[in-house]
């Protein structure tokens, strides 16, 4: 009963280098949503993917992010040429799929977190 | 900008007190609310969820939401020294977006 798994764990990079960071939703889960958290500060929305669709991403920074869902295998956030500022905890989870009739009583699913990758940016 | 504001404390409380955190949030259309707990280094985990007006009880959590005054709360009774971490409020938006709030840490002093 494997939970969401995210790797890897901790990835340091040089400015300029490209950081891949990976993320298995939970077995029955179809949504998954990528959060970034800076030290002694909130969770960040980035990005909302279900199987190769971007439903949702407004928190994405327009150059050097991007984000994927392949059919198979897991979703893939991607930094290119990263910058010290990116250095962060970057955090996915994962919910199973709601009828869109269940949306009006629930309004969002409820999120299953990974461990988190941690960047680190040299 | 839709946002979930919260005090970022400290909030320290002695061991056996009651924990009261608040939260607010400006996305009147937000239809569902949760409390996280993340203890430092680790990833956040759900507490409670509440998407009706009133009161919500698990346990030692209680959560109230007030959706006239977009409001939400969650109170911890008899708090131990294991509830010290940050709580996290989040507000689910429309089309699955759930954003959070900056996190109340809470002591719990033994």
Known sequence: ?122 | QKEVEQNSGPLSVPEGAIASLNCTYSDRGSQSFFWYRQYSGKSPELIMSIYSNGDKEDGRFTAQLNKASQYVSLLIRDSQPSDSATYLCAGGTGGFKTIFGAGTRLFVKA
């Open chain 1, 1 to 122: 009963n494997a939970g969401v798994m995210q790797n890897p764990r901790h990835l340091v990079r040089r400015r300029g280098q490209e950081a891949r960071l990976r993320c298995s939703p939970m077995k029955g889960h179809s949504h998954v949503y990528w959060y970034r958290q800076l030290p002694e500060e909130g969770l960040k929305f980035m990005v909302y993917l279900q199987k190769e669709n971007i439903i949702d991403e407004s928190g994405m920074p327009k150059e050097r992010f991007s984000a994927e869902f392949p059919k198979e295998g897991p979703s893939i956030l991607r930094i290119q040429q990263v910058v010290r500022g990116d250095s962060a905890a970057y955090f996915c989870a994962s919910s199973p799929r709601i009828s869109w009739k269940d949306t009006k009583s629930s309004g969002a699913n409820v999120l299953t977190f990974g461990a988190g990758s941690r960047l680190t940016v040299l």
